[in-house]
C-alpha cells in the first residue's frame, strides 16, 4: 500500500469537497472561529483542539496544517509577538489555506502565519525547492537520482525548511497517525529538533487501545481515514520519552471511543510534554519539595521525590518543577546563599 498517496488523494478531496468521516466531533473557541473564513473550518479534519495550549509571543508549528483553521487561531493568541508556521505535503490544502492569508493579515493587523510545503517526518527538507529543482533537473537515471540524494542532504544542511530549536511550540490534530509506520520514530525526533529547549508539544491525534493488526494496516481507506495508523496508546508516549521529552501528559482523553474496528477502540486524546534543557546541572542551592498525595513520584530521569522530604536539585531542575506543567506539585526552595559546586544534587 502506498501511504503517502492514499493520504495525499483523500485529503486533496477534503480540500475540494467537505469530507465528514474524517474528523471527530470537537468543541472549539467560538470566539477564535468568528474570525475565520467558512470554507477554512467547512474543510478542516481534526480531533482536538491544541490552540488551546498557545502563548503570547510563541513561535508555533502545526503539523499536517490542512486548512490553516487551527494556525489562523493560533495566529489570534500568539499576538503580534508571535508567529505561527502551518507545514502540509498536499498543494490542494497549501492552496487552500494560503487562499486566505491576505484577508487574515487584514484581520490581525499584520501578517502573522506563513504555510511551508514539507514532510512532517522530515522537517529540514523545503519540498516547495525540491520541486523547483526537479522541474529543471529531472531524475532519468541512477545517476541522477545519486546526485538528487546529495543535493537533498545538501538542503537539509544549509538550508533547512524547519532549523534546529526554533519553535516554542508544536501543535498537530490528528496528523501523526497518517504518517507511514517506518516514518514514525523520525517523525518524533523532527519534532525535537526544531524545539527550543524548554519548548512544549500538543498533539492532537487517535490512539488504539491494542497494536492495530497488519490487516488493518493493509486497508488504505482506514488509514487515510485515521485509523490504521494510530499509535497504541502506551506507545504514543513511549516514542516521545524515548527521544528525551520530559513531563508527558495525557491532558485529554476521551472517555468514549470515536470508532471501534475489530473490537480495537480509537480514541481522541491530546498528548502534552517538554523538551528538556541540555546543560550541566550545577547545585547552587535549590531545593524541592514534593507536595504529595502519593508517597512518593519519579520524573523521567529517574529522579525519586518523597512526599515531604526537602530534595537538593539543580537550578535547571528547580526552575521545571516549579514553574512547568508540574508547578503545583513542588514547593520551591530558594538558594540562601553561596553553594559549592561540587555538592551533588539529586537531578
Known amino acids: 500500500m502506498n501511504v503517502k498517496k492514499s493520504v495525499l488523494d483523500r485529503y486533496s478531496e477534503g480540500a475540494k469537497e467537505v469530507q465528514p468521516t474524517l474528523c471527530c466531533p470537537v468543541d472549539y473557541d467560538a470566539g477564535l472561529l468568528a474570525l475565520l473564513p467558512k470554507e477554512i473550518v467547512a474543510k478542516d479534519y481534526g480531533c482536538g ?20 483553521k487551527i494556525c489562523y487561531m493560533a495566529a489570534q493568541l500568539v499576538g503580534p509577538q ?76 544549509e538550508r533547512p525548511l524547519l532549523a534546529n530549536q526554533s519553535v516554542d511550540l508544536v ?104 523538551k528538556g534543557y541540555e546543560e550541566r546541572r550545577i547545585d547552587i542551592g535549590h531545593a524541592v519539595i514534593y507536595r504529595g498525595p502519593f508517597q512518593a513520584v519519579s520524573d523521567d530521569q529517574g529522579a525519586v521525590f518523597p512526599r515531604g522530604q526537602r530534595m537538593p536539585v539543580s537550578a535547571q531542575t528547580f526552575a521545571f518543577l516549579t514553574q512547568g506543567p508540574m508547578r503545583d506539585s513542588f514547593i520551591g526552595v530558594a538558594p540562601s546563599g553561596t553553594h559549592s559546586s561540587a555538592t551533588k544534587v539529586c537531578c
Open 171 to 274: 501543535i498537530s490534530n490528528c496528523v501523526l497517525n497518517l504518517v507511514a509506520e517506518t516514518d514514525k520514530r523520525q517523525l518524533v525526533s523532527e519534532i525535537h529538533r526544531v524545539l527550543k529547549p524548554g519548548g512544549r508539544i500538543a498533539i492532537s491525534d487517535i490512539v488504539s487501545d491494542q497494536i492495530v493488526p497488519e490487516h488493518l494496516k493493509k486497508n488504505s481507506e482506514l488509514w487515510s481515514g485515521c485509523i490504521s495508523g494510530a499509535f497504541q496508546e502506551q506507545e504514543f508516549l513511549q516514542a516521545f520519552a524515548a527521544v528525551g521529552f520530559q513531563a508527558l501528559a495525557y491532558d485529554k482523553w476521551d472517555t468514549q471511543p470515536w470508532r471501534v474496528v475489530d473490537g480495537i477502540e480509537f480514541r481522541s486524546v491530546t498528548l502534552t510534554a517538554v
Open 82 to 157: 508571535g508567529s505561527v508556521i502551518g507545514v502540509d505535503m498536499n498543494d490542494d490544502m497549501l492552496a487552500l489555506a494560503g487562499k486566505y492569508q491576505a484577508e487574515m493579515a487584514d484581520k490581525l493587523g499584520g501578517q502573522r502565519v506563513r504555510f511551508v510545503k514539507g514532510h512532517i517526518q522530515d522537517l529540514a527538507l523545503d519540498l516547495r525547492a525540491l520541486d523547483e529543482h526537479l522541474a529543471t533537473q529531472p531524475v532519468r537515471t541512477h545517476d541522477d537520482l545519486h546526485t538528487l540524494r546529495a543535493w537533498e542532504e545538501q538542503q537539509r544542511r
Open 49 to 68: 483542539d491544541p490552540s488551546r495550549y498557545v502563548r503570547s509571543g510563541d513561535v508555533v508549528l502545526d503539523l499536517g496544517s490542512g486548512s490553516g
